[in-house]
């Protein structure tokens, strides 16, 4: 594992050469994609005589529901997806992991998570002008800072677009606890948490989705300068509408290091680990899909054009990808299953998430179609090539998932293939596409990254954790089940 880490941090390194040179070369007229988070503060400073800008009441609305939306793929949804998946002895201790977690993560957003993903600070990590949310509401003037959207002169209150993200930095802590269910110390998942949310998903963040905003380019002198003060990848120009790089493949390199790390559970390989509840599994995938509009959609920020593609890139994405994995499974085994159709909705969701709103239509059921046969191989084939044991395939369906989301964008964005295009010059909002090769290379330059940083953190933070309380609980508290030993409780009375 150390040797593969060690490999893959060197090409990253050579790669990071590569893409430095790029945003340098290109920095003043490439096309500096729109991704999925505005910047934290409003782009431009005040104009003399103009009126502040005013948020529409429409779009307030829809974020508000989008943020809902977001909280439930969460909790009730992820926890009942990953609650049924599990041994009966061990159901309540998931549903506590994903709904504490949760609410660790939102409650650290808002002490610093915040102000360092989505303030102005280098390459890296925001600043700390929103500590403790700082700023964001004026409860003397009874006043409210505006963010950017996507559009010119079109802003949010900030303090809703900062739940917005609130809800995906929760909800990406909380796929981890998939890969190594039934057998952490619930103190130990705590504070890995604490640990990676600060150094892993803040960072990416950041890294990805901030930017300057539109309002701030007001002339072709301040695009150089402006780029500058970008994320690295945003500056490298990589498109992520809602999270393929930031949520899945940042929580699934964790997750998958700490299925190596925490090691396998008692008894696998030689006792049967059956889902104890399919019908749970099956509500909690349904949640998610729900959910998963106010995700996506929600990440244009504004009720219109764009939001209305990613809606319908996710519905035919997921359904796309549930019939490919239908049919894959018919193949390899004869018959379908509602586990499989389940998995492959989640397939589906992951792999559009990067694409929704940088997409066409097609693109998107081609792109639901290959995730779903590739998550198959990845719960399957690179699941025993790989010889971890994550619990709940967290690895292949959003590491794989996400790794084919957010390479597939860079080859559909292409307006020759009815996508969208992406913005070329923030000056006049003009938009065109790059070639597919290189905006191909860009989007696994980010890939790669996320890879290399999530699996360092993650080494690391499990490190720490295992020599100051350790990661697993005792064989005898884990054939007894986490329910009873960890909580003192069980999900279903005899």
């Known amino acids: 594992m150390r040797k593969l880490i060690a490999s893959i941090a060197l090409g990253m390194a050579l790669l990071g050469l590569g893409g430095a040179s790029l945003a340098q070369t290109t920095a003043a007229s490439a096309p500096m994609a729109a991704t999925a988070a505005a910047p934290a503060a409003v782009a431009s400073g005040p104009v003399a005589a103009a009126p502040a800008p005013v948020a529409n009441k429409g779009d307030v609305a829809w974020m508000i529901v989008a943020t809902l939306l977001v909280i439930l793929m969460t909790v009730p949804g992820l926890a009942l997806f990953y609650g049924g998946l599990v041994r009966s002895k061990n159901m309540l201790s998931v549903l506590m992991q994903v709904m504490v977690t949760f609410s660790l993560i939102v409650v650290l957003w808002a002490l610093y998570g915040y102000s360092l993903a989505f303030t102005e600070g280098n390459r890296f990590f925001g600043g700390f002008d929103r500590l403790f949310l700082k700023g964001l509401f004026d409860a003397r003037a009874g006043t409210f800072a505006m963010a950017a959207t996507f559009s010119k002169g079109v802003v949010i209150p900030e303090l809703l677009y900062a739940a917005f993200q609130a809800t995906f930095a929760g909800i990406t802590c909380c796929l981890i606890v998939g890969a190594f269910a039934e057998r952490m110390k619930f103190s130990a998942v705590l504070l890995f948490m604490v640990l990676w949310f600060t150094f892993s998903y803040v960072p990416i963040a950041h890294m990805v989705w901030f930017w300057m905003g539109p309002d701030a380019y007001t002339g072709k002198e301040v695009v150089e300068a402006l780029n500058a003060k970008a994320g690295l990848v945003w500056q490298w120009g990589a498109l992520d509408f809602a999270g393929g790089t930031v949520v899945h493949i940042n929580a699934a390199v964790a997750g998958l290091v700490g299925a190596f790390l925490a090691g396998k559970r ?127 395939d967290v690895f292949g369906v959003h590491g794989v998932g996400g790794i084919v989301g957010a390479l597939l964008t860079g080859v559909f964005n292409n307006q020759a293939l009815g996508g969208p295009g992406l913005v070329t010059d923030w000056v006049t909002a003009s938009v065109g596409s790059n070639g597919i090769g290189a905006q191909l290379w860009i989007q696994l330059e980010a890939v790669l990254l996320t890879i290399v940083w999530s699996g360092i953190v993650a080494a690391i933070a499990y490190k720490i954790v295992d020599l100051t309380i350790g990661l697993r609980v005792s064989e005898e508290a884990e054939r007894e089940g986490l329910d009873i030993t960890s909580h003192g409780e069980t999900a279903y009375s005899k």
């Not at 889902?275 to 509500?283: A, E, K, R």
């Not at 693109?363 to 044991?389: E, H, P, Q, S, T």
């Open 266 to 392: 008692v008894g696998y390989g030689r006792e049967a680990f059956v889902p104890h509840s399919l019908p749970l599994t099956m509500v909690g995938a349904a949640l998610l899909w729900v959910g998963w509009f106010g995700f996506n959609a929600g990440s244009a920020l504004e009720a219109g054009n764009s939001a209305v593609l990613a809606f319908m890139n996710t519905f035919t994405a997921t359904a796309a990808a549930v019939l490919a994995w239908c049919l894959g499974e018919t193949l390899m085994r004869g018959q379908a299953s509602m586990l499989g159709a389940a998995s492959g909705a989640v397939a589906g969701l992951v792999a559009i998430t990067p694409a929704a709103g940088n997409v066409g239509l097609m693109g998107a059921i081609v792109i639901g179609f290959v995730a779903g046969f590739a998550c198959l191989w990845g719960v399957n084939g690179l699941k025993r090539m790989l010889g971890a044991d994550d619990s709940l």
